[in-house]
């Protein structure tokens, strides 16, 4: 009981700090994105994105590789074998260092032939577009090589070290923007360079830090082949898995530019920009709490790493949805709040997205249940493949002449049937999860939006009605797409006990913020 409260104020603890850090990041994000796309135009915006795309699928594979060194460095921690630990750590480090090689080669052959040959960009801006992607490459390099040092901090759960960087990220940000502004240069070069610096400068102080804090952070001549096999053998389903994501978001990003010009990816980037943002919330909670569901399998409380897991899943839907409600009722006066004037499909772009990431949660959920035992060939196999359909579907639909929106209308289906179905199976089959337990999440979760909804889509439909300010408005529908959200989950998704335990929780830490009378 006292191991379970700990980890909970331990998990309560870093929530909160990673929360800190988001809302620093977020606010300054949305700043800087709408500089950014005033002062570089819609169309170099567009490439800078595309390019950032086709470089960000060569590194997919490295996304593959991290799942696997995070999971094999948490496991380890939870076993408390120091020794096992520092293998994993340097071994895990060289298998990234040869992976850089490889994209590095690839890189400078094949996807340079494709930057000049498939990708729709103005002639004029090719000689930018090629100095943004050379940059790109060696920033992948850096960041492949990062991947060891960011496992650890997170497996050792120092999620403070993100909030306290998170301050000079800010003012780096914030000062790229200011020079952009002020630069007599070419704008998309330079930008590009300055964000080269700062992602160089910003992975040099995790490295530090990591070396300073962390015994096995320091590099050994060690290359353990049978903890390389395991990660390999790990990984390698891992690989496809992660494949087939990002040809589901950095791929159509790139097809996208291949059959529409860069106004259109700018479009799909400002909806994604928003949907990543609102995604974070999630992110840091699921950062926060996956560690202790992994050392909690490792250490064979599986009864504990199931609880957790299940209702973690159902609060992190809970927090997101909070969020979804409002973007998704008010998309149009949140872009157009925020960048003045609203590129074509932009609005529709963000809706879909949002609700794609409200069924995402369920998946990225589940998904650590499987991780935690290792098993991650199944999903990759079934999961994998609606993503890899998705992308074929949208290709051929775009080689026909249909809406640039299919994608999101893709994306949207697969997540639907990977959450609801694919999941489920997998951790009743696998992990031995029971399918009652699961659908009372679901259950849970789709009461608080069939209560949720009604009211702010009447608003939505009759707001012409409410007042003549269009701001104020779209301001209402929003706050009242919120309120109505949060009711929602306090009355119909918490129980009885759970709301005692929070308004327990609010008066002590009220009474702590009081003067005591002598």
Request: proline share 2%; net charge positive.
């Amino acid at each position: 009981m006292v191991n379970a409260s700990s980890n909970n104020k331990r998990i309560a603890k870093n929530t909160v700090v990673l929360y800190i850090r988001m809302i620093i990041t977020l606010v300054v994000s949305l700043i800087t994105t709408r500089v950014i796309l005033k002062t570089l135009g819609v169309v170099d915006y567009g490439i800078y994105q595309t390019i950032g795309g086709l470089v960000a699928l060569l590194g997919y594979l490295n996304g593959a590789l991290s799942v696997g060194s995070s999971r094999f460095l948490t496991y380890e921690l939870g076993t408390g074998d120091c020794n096992k630990l520092q293998r994993t750590f340097s071994s895990v480090f060289y298998v990234h260092l040869i992976l850089a090689v490889i994209v590095v080669v690839v890189g400078e052959t094949a996807g340079l032939w494709f930057l000049y040959n498939k990708l729709v960009i103005p002639a004029e801006r090719m000689i930018a577009a090629t100095w943004i992607y050379h940059l790109s490459i060696i920033t992948a390099v850096f960041t492949i090589t990062q991947v060891p040092y960011s496992a650890s901090i997170i497996s050792h759960e120092r999620m403070n070290v993100y909030a306290y960087t998170s301050i000079a990220d800010v003012v780096l940000k914030l000062v790229i923007v200011y020079l952009l502004v002020i630069s007599p240069f070419d704008k998309l070069m330079f930008y590009a360079l300055l964000l080269f610096i700062q992602t160089v400068g910003m992975m040099c102080f995790y490295r530090w830090y990591c070396k300073k804090r962390f015994e096995e952070a320091t590099i050994k001549r060690v290359f353990d082949k049978q903890i390389v096999k395991s990660v390999l053998s790990y990984s390698g389903w891992n690989i496809f898995a992660t494949t087939s994501v990002a040809l589901c978001s950095q791929g159509i990003t790139v097809v996208t530019n291949m059959f529409f010009n860069p106004e259109v990816v700018a479009s799909r980037a400002v909806a994604n920009t928003v949907n990543q943002t609102a995604n974070q919330f999630i992110g840091n909670f699921r950062t926060a709490v996956n560690p202790q569901i992994v050392k909690q399998y490792a250490a064979k409380n599986y009864d504990g790493s199931k609880k957790l897991l299940l209702s973690s899943t159902r609060y992190s839907f809970y927090l997101f949805f909070i969020i979804a409600l409002p973007v998704c009722m008010s998309a149009e006066f949140i872009l157009r709040l925020w960048l003045g004037q609203v590129p074509e499909y932009a609005v529709q772009y963000l809706q879909l997205a949002i609700c794609a990431s409200l069924f995402d949660v369920f998946n990225l959920s589940f998904y650590t249940g499987l991780y935690a035992e290792g098993r991650i060939k199944e999903n990759s196999i079934f999961s994998s493949s609606f993503f890899f359909i998705a992308f074929v579907l949208t290709y051929i639909l775009f080689k026909l002449g249909m809406s640039p929106l299919v994608s999101g209308w893709m994306l949207l289906f697969s997540q639907i049937i990977i959450a609801l179905i694919v999941k489920p199976i997998m951790l009743v089959k696998i992990v031995y999860y029971n399918y009652g337990e699961i659908y009372s999440i679901f259950k849970n979760c789709l009461l608080v939006v069939i209560v949720s909804v009604p009211l702010p889509i009447l608003l939505l439909i009759y707001k012409e009605g409410i007042c003549d300010n269009y701001y104020i408005r779209e301001l209402i529908v929003c706050i009242i797409s919120i309120l109505c959200a949060i009711t929602s989950i306090w009355f119909v998704g918490f129980g009885k006990n759970m709301r005692v335990r929070l308004i327990e929780f609010v008066n002590s830490k009220l009474k702590t913020l009081m003067p005591t009378k002598d």
